[in-house]
């Protein structure tokens, strides 16, 4: 019955230690935290809504409920790409802020790829890019089996308007951190 | 012999009461001696029925159903099972209530209550310490001291065995109960005069109160009956809401949760002792002391009320003897205006920040709404005997909803029209049929008449008739209407704005109207009927209509309009509904207690409604208001724009067409007019309006519909009209705010989301 | 004079030596004539009547006697002798009627002869009316109708015949006197009569002679030239016809070499035609034996993309695993995030998710090395399918120049046919050629023949015009030489005309080889025409 027991806070700054969600864009890897996650389910026929910035697609129905779908390539100023059979959609809760109702988006991502539990270790802090990149959309950095993730805190993404600039780890930063 | 109040009272007992006949007979239907099924069906029908007599039908069935109450209280307190000779006997009681509705519809002598009920109620009133019984006691000082040894024990044994099912049932309700006692304590501590949460809060312990008492938990009923008692003292304005009382209730609502968790844990673990301890003559005196001590004036009022109450109904029994205030006051119609007068100017007094406006609102507010929601409540357990949550109620209307999508995809599934088999069809036809009832069902469950909200204004009109010294007659019509909850919880308010302006400002005095040559009594007719698939709700009065002229000059000193325009009448006319254009301050010289039109309209248009005026000098005013039937679901026209598909409200939907080019003309070879029935219209193109790619080049390819909002009249050209659908409407999220054409999602026939167009903005946006 | 033709003159003299004879003689003739009727008049007609005329009337003077006599009184029986008398009398009248009616000489002697018949009939009819009257009567009554009628009608008859009797006298007094003035004028006229004969038929003879004879003479000096004309005429027609008959035969030979030739030609075209057949069945057969290939073809291509229809259902099926797959993996990962979101509690589940993911990636890792077998089946199979596709086609084009070069061979048989046509028209052409220069051959052998026949006329004219100079008394040497010349050359003409008509026999092998005999050309023979002359000139 009460939501606010499920949907706790897993994204606290302090402890990042979790399970993470991991997919891609792009080329590049990406995870946030299976919290954040509702569930993944494929691509759909999607309702547009005009006049909308280029990264909302539009709606869909998520049984019964209508839900925004954000396309994060767009969102994050990536080249579209078209859709395939590997492309999904991570239906994203993202907890009300300033006393609204906590909503349920979509993000449409290359592929997802696993869930992984990621411990403090494995999560460095998220690099400086030596320009004045805003990272605060970025948790930190992981580097497990090699392959370099950069952690997404997706509520904060999604609650921001407009294209968000950010700059993916990429393997060189593993060496760095 | 009869007052008119009496005739009105007993219209009312016979108007509201057979539902809940009807129930008991029902609940009736499934008890067996030995057994306690349908006690608690039962209980409640006694409790509507009291709270019916207290609210609207004070009279001389009173004694009759206090005779009910007695019974049920012996089974509640004895041994929580029916008797063959108790059934018998309420099944008399049953042929004796039902005679009495007869009577009263007949206007015929009222049936005497048998003797021997009083002989065979006697032993009740032995037992009118019970808890049930105490809650029809506004300040009975007697019950509490019979409790008060019960609760020195404060020890409670929980029958594990035989009350399991009860007990769950009580369980998970206190639950739902002490959340909304502590949401509503956390509103009142934001706005302390709201009467609404402070009656919810009411309902709550006395619904609590009446759980535990049938558990035989006295101590814990104690505990809910004197935070009842508390909560009463405010709702009649007898106390004033301050930070102590709120903590007192907030206490005493985690004293109740505390003991709920410890009846829930028994009930998950079995090996847990059923008897605990209850310590709660801490929370009892927190209370007394609230109700009493802190505030003595009010508590001193009571007597007063006690003594008037008695010689009235003179044979009537003690339990009886202590009706509410209220409930004296409608039974004296002399009473009526007397308590809301003295009692709000404290209410004004403590929360001088409002505005003035604001508290115009809410100064009358309380009594109205009191009686209103006493209603509702009652009309909620009439509807229904089990107490839903609405949010599951819309939770179900969408799985409703949901369902007859699967079931039309699954109808129109290729593969399934491939299959000629018969039975397959005739199945699907089946299936279609029941999900349609299924539908309709859900769907109804959330309607409820407008006669409770129509009923409110008679009170409304008699207060202001009176104060103001004029004569107004109230019609009302299509009061058996019905609408969505939501809406008809929404409505009332602009309502009572309405009908207010129509007796403060629109009807004339006596002696203005007998000089014009109208009847002294003027008339204002409140009426709703089906209308374009919505329902339309008229406000007409007889008065003197609005007056254009100073509405302009009005508009014009606010710089709202330039000093030259030229406006239609119509035009100038729904100027009232800009802010700023206070109606007092406009329409008459009556100054101060008018609300802003702009909050009515707003009002209305956040139920997707439309309000319209019209006026003639001297003649009289009315409003029309448009409403869809309900708000989760809505009447609509899906119409397509290049690739896409949108709903737009039938509602605001006047005709459609397919347009000639001979109807099409261009202004400054730009925007386009459409000739509709002999009138010029703007024409939009709702591609252009999308900023999508049209199938359609001329705007004579595609279809017209002609859109009202308010005023306006808009052409919009869409590219395809696939048809009239029901749709449940889904919020879309808070992103698409700014997106100025959409309100909202449903889903359509083949699963994926058709968007809502907002007509309103859709028609703003271009001019 | 001069316009008339000998035989006119001839005939215009002999006839008016004729006409005056004849002159002569009939009026010598009548004279005679005319004395002979007037005596055989009066000898056999005169005569006679009256002899008869007598008889006649001796009968009725009988009769009228014996009437006389029977009116005196006499007895019936007398009567009656009387009456029979009286009837021989009457018959004896009759027969000289009849005898009389023979000899009726002129108009008078008719009307004279009816008066004495119609009394005579009127007596006998008298007689008979009153015979029973007579022969019974035995008074007197008889007598009144003898006296009374009878007897007139006797006595007129009797006047009657003494009438014709003068008139017959009469008739032969004026034949005598005819008789006597024919005799008178012959015996004048005769005598001058001819001697005037004599005198013209003197004179036309002169003038006959004279005339023939000028007329003669410039015939013949003609004639003779005209066959000396002839005779050089004819020489040339026989060198002409000589010529000709050369040319016929030359033109023969070739014809001869020709329709060889044509029968060369022909059966070669049959050959070709014959060849072309056999060629058009080769090529049908190659046609069909290609057009099975391209059927094996087609089929092989189909069983083809049979294979790549199914590889491509595998290819699908695999998908659909992979598809599978990746759901399966999906469904894992909403079961990881599940157990996640459930905390410790779905510790357990998250690693049967887990299990399940890493399943359906291993299942995906299978249905990827599928599909890339897969893959490389289908793309084996299409490579099969392209080549058989090539061979399809190349057996195709075969199919199609087949197709082709059988109508090529339908055409040259077709020509071939055609030919043959053509040939068999020259060979008519050829034929109707030979008959023609036949023709011409026998055409020119007769030339020959009738130069050589003009020329033995023209000797016969030749002799004519000398037998003619000779009644003329003209000399004709010149003449003569010229004929002998012109008849030494035809003769030539006409042996070579016929040394070539063997040859020329052989080539008219379709017609009935006929003899040209040179009399054939000239119907009317040479001894015939001298006989005339001959008669001519006797």
């Known amino acids: 019955m009460n939501h606010s027991l499920t949907a706790s806070p897993v994204v606290a700054s302090s402890d990042l230690e979790g399970r993470y969600l991991t997919f891609t864009l792009g080329g590049d890897n990406y995870a ?144 760095l951190t | 012999m009869m007052s008119e109040a009496e005739i009105q009272s007993g219209a009312a007992f016979a108007r509201e009461a057979p539902a809940l006949i009807n129930l008991l007979a029902e609940g009736l239907a499934f008890v067996s001696p030995g057994l306690d099924a349908g006690l608690l069906d039962l209980n409640a029908v006694a409790t509507d029925l009291e709270d019916l007599i207290i609210t609207l039908a004070p009279g001389p069935w009173a004694d009759g159903v206090a005779v009910l109450r007695g019974w049920i209280n012996d089974v509640v307190q004895g041994d929580a099972v029916f008797t063959a000779p108790l059934i018998n006997q309420l099944g008399h009681w049953h042929t004796w209530v039902t005679d009495l509705i007869e009577a009263l519809e007949d206007g015929e002598p009222l049936p005497a209550l048998p003797l021997d009920w009083e002989a065979g109620g006697e032993p009740t009133y032995e037992h009118p310490s019970s808890a049930d019984s105490d809650r029809l006691i506004a300040r009975d000082h007697d019950p509490e001291s019979e409790h008060t040894p019960a609760s020195e024990g404060s020890e409670i044994t929980l029958d594990m065995g035989a009350d399991e099912e009860l007990l769950a049932e009580f369980y998970s309700e206190s639950l739902d109960l002490l959340a909304d006692i502590e949401q509503g304590v956390l509103k009142l501590e934001e706005n302390p005069s709201e009467a609404g949460t402070i009656d919810t809060i009411f309902r709550a312990f006395h619904t609590f109160k009446g759980g535990a008492s049938i558990l035989r938990m006295e101590p814990v009923a104690a505990v809910a009956h004197e935070l009842e008692t508390l909560l009463d003292a405010i709702r009649k304005k007898q106390l004033v809401i301050n930070r102590s009382i709120i903590d007192v209730i907030l206490e005493g609502a985690d004293f109740l949760a505390g003991f709920s968790t410890a009846i829930g844990a028994r009930l998950q673990d079995r090996s847990i002792a059923p008897t605990f301890a209850v310590e709660t003559d801490a929370i009892i005196d927190l209370a007394r002391n609230a109700v009493a001590g802190e ?94 949550d609405t949010e599951k109620l819309d939770s179900l209307v969408n799985l409703v909803g949901e369902l007859i999508i699967a079931q039309s995809m699954v109808v129109e599934d290729p593969a399934v029209v491939g299959l000629s088999s018969l039975g397959l069809s005739r199945s699907l036809r089946e299936l279609g049929r029941v999900t349609g009832e299924l539908q309709r069902n859900a769907m109804s469950l959330r309607m409820v008449p407008i006669g409770g909200v129509f009923q409110k204004m008679g009170r409304l009109v008699r207060d202001l008739s009176m104060s103001q010294h004029k004569s107004v007659q109230l019609l009302l019509e299509g009061e058996d209407v019905e609408l969505d909850r939501n809406i008809v919880d929404k409505i009332g308010d602009p309502l009572v704005h309405l009908v207010r302006n129509a007796v403060d400002h629109g009807i004339e005095p006596p002696e203005e109207r007998s000089a014009l040559g109208k009847r002294e009594n003027g008339t204002v007719r409140l009426s709703a009927i089906h209308r374009r698939g919505g329902i339309c709700i008229r406000i007409e009065d007889d008065g003197r209509g609005l007056n254009a002229d100073r509405i302009y000059a009005k508009a014009v000193d606010l710089g709202i309009i330039p000093a030259a325009a030229s406006l239609t009448e119509t035009e100038i006319f729904n100027l009232i509904f800009l802010p700023g254009m206070s109606t007092a301050a406009v329409v008459t010289d009556v100054s101060g207690r008018g609300v802003g039109m702009d909050v009515v309209r707003e009002n209305i248009q956040t139920l997707r409604g439309q309000i319209e005026i019209e006026s003639k000098r001297g003649v009289g005013t009315v409003f029309t208001i448009l409403l869809p039937l309900t708000l989760a679901i809505i009447d ?72 009202e909002a308010g005023d306006a009249i808009r052409a919009l050209q869409v590219d395809h009209l696939f048809g009239k659908q029901e749709v449940v409407i889904k919020n879309i999220g808070k992103i698409f705010e700014r997106q100025v054409l959409v309100s909202g999602g449903a889903i359509l026939a083949d699963g994926r989301v058709g968007l809502l167009l907002d007509v309103e903005k859709l028609i703003k946006m271009n001019f | 004079m001069n316009k008339l033709t000998i035989q006119n003159r001839i005939i215009l003299t002999m006839s008016l030596v004729v006409i005056l004879t004849i002159s002569i003689s009939a009026y010598a003739l009548r004279s005679v004539f005319v004395l002979n009727k007037s005596v055989a008049d009066v000898a056999e007609n005169t005569v006679p009547s009256l002899k008869v005329l007598y008889d006649i009337k001796s009968d009725a003077q009988a009769e009228i006697g014996s009437l006389a006599l029977s009116a005196t009184g006499i007895s019936p029986e007398a009567r009656q002798k009387l009456l029979t008398e009286n009837a021989s009398a009457s018959a004896d009248i009759e027969v000289n009627l009849k005898k009389y009616d023979a000899l009726v000489s002129d108009e008078e ?311 043959a046509l053509g040939i068999s028209q020259i060979s008519i052409a050829i034929n109707q050629m030979d008959s023609i220069s036949q023709a011409n051959s026998a055409t020119a052998q007769q030339s020959a023949a009738a130069a050589e026949q003009l020329d033995a006329q023209a000797g016969v004219m030749h002799e004519l015009v000398r037998r003619l100079d000779a009644l003329l008394g003209r000399n004709s040497d010149e003449a003569s030489e010229r004929y002998g010349h012109s008849a030494q050359r035809s003769g030539k003409v006409a042996s070579r005309a016929v040394i070539r008509a063997p040859q020329m026999a052989i080539l008219r092998k379709p017609h009935a080889a006929r003899p040209a005999a040179a009399s054939d050309a000239i119907p009317m023979p040479a001894d015939e025409m001298t006989d005339g002359f001959r008669s001519f000139s006797a």
């Open chain 1, 32 to 175: 946030i935290p299976v919290m954040n996650v509702r569930e993944i389910i494929h691509m759909c026929p999607i309702t547009p809504v005009r006049r909308m910035p280029d990264y909302v697609k539009g709606v869909i129905n998520l049984r019964g409920s209508v839900i925004v779908v954000i396309d994060l390539r767009l969102k994050f100023a990536m080249s579209p790409t078209d859709y395939n059979e590997r492309t999904c959609i991570i239906v994203v809760h993202v907890r009300g802020a300033g006393g609204e109702r906590d909503t349920l988006m979509g993000a449409i991502v290359d592929t997802v790829e696993e869930v992984v539990m990621l411990s403090d270790g494995d999560i460095g802090p998220t690099p400086d890019f030596g320009v004045p990149h805003d990272t605060q959309y970025m948790l930190g950095v992981s580097t497990v089996n090699g392959s370099v993730k950069t952690l997404l805190d997706i509520e904060r993404i999604f609650r921001e308007e407009g294209v968000v600039e950010l700059i993916a780890a990429d393997p060189n930063i593993a060496n």
């Open chain 2, 295 to 388: 505030l003595p004036e009010p508590s001193a009022m009571l007597p007063e009320g006690q003594a008037t109450s008695l010689p009235s109904v003179a044979m009537v029994g003690t339990a009886l003897v202590d009706l509410g205030q209220n409930d004296i006051g409608s039974i004296l119609p002399s009473v009526i205006v007397a308590p809301p007068s003295p009692v709000s100017s404290p209410v004004i007094a403590l929360t001088p920040e409002p505005k003035p406006r604001a508290s115009a609102v809410t100064a009358p507010k309380p009594e109205r709404t009191d009686a209103a929601e006493r209603q509702d409540f009652q009309v909620k357990n009439v509807v229904g005997s089990v107490k839903v």
């Open chain 2, 636 to 707: 609509g026209l899906l119409v397509g724009a290049g690739e896409d598909r949108y709903i737009i409200p039938t509602l605001s939907v006047r005709e459609s067409f397919k347009p000639t080019p001979d109807m099409l003309s261009s202004v400054h070879g730009r925007s386009e007019m459409i000739r509709v029935r002999g009138q010029q219209v703007p024409l939009i193109r709702l591609n252009r309006c999308l900023g999508t790619e049209s199938e359609a080049t001329s705007a004579a390819d595609g279809i017209v519909l002609v859109l």
């Open chain 3, 109 to 419: 002697d008719r009307r004279l002869f009816s008066e004495i018949e119609r009394l005579n009939k009127a007596l006998v009819a008298s007689v008979s009316k009153s015979q029973a009257t007579i022969a019974s009567d035995q008074s007197g009554d008889y007598l009144r109708a003898i006296t009374q009628e009878i007897v007139p009608i006797s006595e007129s008859l009797v006047a009657a015949t003494e009438a014709d009797i003068a008139h017959n006298i009469k008739l032969s007094t004026k034949s005598s006197a005819e008789a006597k003035a024919s005799a008178d004028s012959a015996n004048f006229y005769l005598p001058f009569g001819v001697a005037l004969t004599i005198l013209v038929v003197i004179g036309m003879a002169v003038w006959l002679i004279r005339s023939t004879n000028g007329a003669l003479g410039m015939i013949s000096t003609n004639l003779g030239e005209g066959a000396r004309q002839t005779a050089s005429a004819a020489g040339q027609v026989a060198s002409s016809s000589h010529a000709l008959s050369q040319g016929a035969a030359d033109q023969a030979s070739a014809v001869e070499e020709t329709s060889a030739s044509l029968e060369e030609i022909s059966t070669m075209i049959r050959s070709t035609a014959d060849n072309a057949r056999k060629a058009k069945d080769l090529a049908g057969e190659a046609r069909a034996v290609a057009d099975e290939g391209t059927q094996t073809m087609s089929d092989m291509n189909e069983a083809m993309s049979a294979i790549d229809a199914s590889s491509a259902e595998v290819a699908k099926i695999v998908k659909n695993i992979d598809e599978i797959a990746f759901q399966t993996n999906i469904l894992a990962l909403n079961a990881a995030v599940e157990a996640a979101r459930a905390g410790q509690a779905g510790a357990g589940f998250a690693v049967v998710a887990d299990e399940v993911r890493s399943l359906a990636q291993r299942s995906a890792a299978a249905a990827k090395e599928t599909a890339e077998k897969i893959d490389a089946a289908i793309s084996n199979s299409r490579r099969g399918s392209a080549c058989t596709a090539m061979v399809g086609e190349s057996l195709n084009k075969i199919s199609a120049r087949i197709a082709a070069t059988d109508q090529l061979v339908g055409d040259i048989a077709a020509a071939a046919s055609e030919q």
